[in-house]
């Protein structure tokens, strides 16, 4: 009878032990976002200034204006799920788009300064075409549009990028982007 009343006794224990630990099985909730968001024809700027844009374009629309114009970016920012910043200059960003299918990025050296790039859906993607002679890699970068603003005398086009930074303070790094804004040279 001892016997049985200690197996019972271990068997208890271990499945507590099983069911009250920290289960990785359990899904993980997304962090809410509470600053404010795009939508309804309109986008955030910096300081998270809502603004009248065009949030439902075709690939076909953003290639035209791609090919069309050399688009550079006039400012940045960043944000996460809770905050947004003013705008702000960031390094190593691409800062002029051209209708040859390249893009220019503010690098300090030359190498990996110009990409080619692709289109899909809304994404563009830089990648970086290494000469033969070159030992270096760069990883593609991937641009979300957000919106795609053009009139006959104006461009604007508004951008995301993803970013990996965890010293930025006051911003979490699991839900971090900085934010392009670009005007077309027409």
Not at 16 to 29: H, I, L, N, Q, Y
Not at 65 to 77: C, G, I, P, Q, V
Not at 106 to 134: C, M
Not at 174 to 179: I, P, T
Request: negative net charge; proline residues 4%; charged residues 25%.
């Amino acid at each position: 009878m001892k016997k049985l009343t200690l197996i019972m006794m271990m068997l208890a224990a271990g499945l507590m032990a099983v069911s009250c630990g920290d289960s990785k099985d359990e899904p993980v909730t997304p962090d809410e976002i509470t600053r404010v968001q795009d939508g309804n024809g309109k986008v955030f700027l910096e300081n998270g200034t809502l603004v009248n844009a065009n949030l439902d374009y075709t690939q076909a629309e953003l290639i035209d204006a791609l090919n069309k114009y050399d688009w550079e970016r006039e400012y940045s920012f960043y944000y996460d799920n809770h905050k947004i910043s003013p705008k702000t200059e960031i390094d190593a960003m691409p800062r002029i788009i051209h209708p040859d299918g390249t893009i220019e990025f503010d690098f300090p050296i030359e190498e990996g300064r110009l990409r080619l790039y692709t289109v899909s859906g809304k994404q563009i993607t830089a990648i970086y075409q290494a000469p033969a002679w070159s030992s270096s890699w760069y990883p593609d970068v991937v641009l979300t549009v957000v919106s795609l603003d053009m009139t006959e005398t104006s461009g604007r086009i508004v951008m995301d990028r993803k970013i990996f930074r965890e010293d930025l303070e006051g911003f979490s790094s699991a839900s971090l982007y900085v934010r392009m804004v670009w005007k077309a040279k027409m």
